[in-house]
């Protein structure tokens, strides 16, 4: 426990320095509510809807950071790390690889807390959104989403053969899921088909799980969301611990 | 009687079919200074990367304090300390950060400050690593080797890039060490 303690400070230390997660995971989320806030402000979501197009709008603007630590940051500080010998020189010390992916993915974590506590405040001040759902509903989802995109991540960079390679996969995965699983453009005015496909990407899901519980939606087969970012989770960080590679 | 800290038998090693280390066999009984020679390319840090076993050799058994580096990497690692010929470290760390981190990951690591102290790099703990100079950064590496408070070390291209009189000192404090 105290290893892993002095290791999260001294890597968050690094990560903050390094400035690229501060940027898109805490401002970037930050730009974007304050774009909606001004354009949409507190009009209902649609004629009549109980709650407004913010409101609506909220898990969406949640995941851009979890988006930025799971398919950017997470997969290129491993991949990062390997190219660099930086793992290799680890291997020679009594670590863990468990160890190791832990303190990289808590810091992440971190990173998607921070973003969502901040969010949350500044959209409740400047125009009024408020959480018509059940905290502990909203918290549970957020909690499967950000955990399985982070467990992508990982098995993104701990396969990948080296930091380039991770970078492409990691943008093929960042960029379609930012733009189409509802993060940056409403799952609602998508096209039957589209809207089909795009429910493959477990952030899709978590979008609308988080989307409903925040606004006390009733939620129709609760279980699919649920059993495909739990299978996406178990699935990738299996991978990732045991495909693991020092080099 | 001393016991052996490294024995190896008939190691071998190729890349693509071209030999590397063939058939090599030496013992390093405790309280020894083994040192490896040869010329640019003859497989010495092959050979001691077989020994830790970050590269796996062809043939031949390896063991190191009694434990086999693949099968017991996490014992084996409490007691050997490493200092590698190509030694990388995270781009904005600095000195202290780099020494905590190492430290941590030890039971009984030695006092850092200390040994920055004598390899002549007391004064730089908060610089970062990069703005070392080479040989600073060379005897830095020395320092996290020792850290572990090994039984065993390791130390692959010991004194490349330092001057005359830093060799000499990096040799001295390595010889009292040993007693």
Not at chain 1, 59 to 77: D, F, K, R, Y
Not at chain 1, 110 to 131: E, K, N
Not at chain 1, 211 to 216: D, E, N, P, Q, V
Request: with cysteine; hydrophobic share 50%; aromatic share 10%.
């Amino acid at each position: 426990m105290r290893t892993f303690t002095k290791l999260l400070k001294t890597e968050l230390k690094l990560n903050i320095r390094n400035m690229n997660m501060v940027i898109f995971a805490i401002f970037m989320p930050i730009i974007v509510l304050v774009i909606l806030g001004f354009i949409y402000q507190a009009k209902p979501a649609f004629e009549g809807a109980g709650y407004t197009f913010l409101e609506q709008s909220m898990s969406a603007v949640c995941t851009i950071s979890i988006c930025a630590c799971g398919l950017m940051g997470l997969p290129l500080v491993v991949s990062g790390y390997r190219e660099r010998k930086i793992l290799k020189r680890f291997r020679v010390t009594p670590i863990s690889p468990v160890m190791l992916l832990g303190v990289e993915f808590t810091i992440y974590v971190l990173y998607a807390f921070v973003s969502m506590v901040l969010l949350f405040p500044i959209a409740t001040l400047f125009w009024g959104v408020t959480l018509h759902g059940s905290w502990p509903a909203f918290i549970g989802s957020w909690l499967l989403t950000m955990i399985s995109t982070l467990s992508i991540g990982m098995m993104v960079g701990g396969i990948a053969r080296n930091e380039k390679m991770a970078s492409v996969i990691a943008s093929a995965l960042y960029f379609p899921m930012l733009i189409f699983s509802g993060a940056t453009f409403p799952f609602e005015v998508m096209p039957g088909v589209m809207q089909k496909i795009v429910s493959l990407f477990p952030l899709t899901q978590g979008i609308q799980l988080m989307k409903a519980t925040s606004l006390g939606q009733p939620i129709e087969h609760i279980w699919i969301p649920v059993v495909v970012m739990m299978a996406v989770t178990v699935i990738c960080t299996g991978v990732a611990v045991k495909c693991f590679k020092w080099e | 009687m001393r016991e052996e800290a490294i024995k190896v038998t008939n190691l071998r090693k190729s890349y693509n079919g071209k030999a590397v280390v063939d058939n090599l066999s030496l013992s390093v009984k405790t309280g020894m200074v083994f040192g490896l020679l040869g010329a640019n390319g003859a497989g010495k840090s092959t050979t001691i990367e077989c020994i830790l076993g970050t590269k796996q050799a062809d043939s031949g058994e390896v063991s190191v304090l009694g434990y086999h580096a693949k099968w017991n990497r996490r014992k084996l690692f409490q007691e050997v300390g490493v200092q590698f010929q190509e030694g990388d470290y995270q781009p904005e760390i600095k000195v202290f950060e780099l020494c905590e981190e190492i430290e941590c990951l030890y039971k009984n690591p030695a006092d850092w400050r200390q040994l920055c102290e004598r390899f002549g790099i007391g004064d730089k703990l908060k610089n970062a690593v990069k703005s070392l100079s080479g040989g600073e950064r060379q005897r830095l590496f020395i320092v996290l080797a020792l850290i572990p408070n090994p039984k065993l070390v390791f130390l692959d291209e010991l004194t490349t890039g330092l001057d005359a009189r830093a060799r000499r000192t990096v040799w001295k404090i390595l010889e009292d060490l040993k007693k």
